[in-house]
């Protein structure tokens, strides 16, 4: 993740610090009930959608 992309998620105050604390707990408070232990090493794979249509 990047200050950039963090930035456009429009989450909290828009910050990598800001998105990294929430994310990170969100990751690993969803990966204990599949009994795996959050790892900064994992990938996170970042969508964005752009409207095509009105």
């Known amino acids: 993740m990047t200050e ?3 930035s456009r998620e429009g ?3 828009r910050s990598l ?3 990294r604390k929430v994310h ?3 990751f690993t408070d969803e990966l204990k ?3 795996i232990e959050f790892d ?3 990938p996170v ?3 964005e959608f752009v409207k095509v249509f009105e």
Do not use: Q, R, V
Request: hydrophobic share 35%; net charge negative; proline share 0%.
């Open 17 to 19: 610090e800001y998105w």
């Open 40 to 42: 900064e090493s994992m």
């Open 11 to 13: 989450e909290g105050n």
């Open 45 to 47: 794979l970042f969508e």
């Open 4 to 6: 950039e992309l963090a």
């Open 24 to 26: 990170i707990t969100y």
């Open 33 to 35: 009930k599949e009994s």
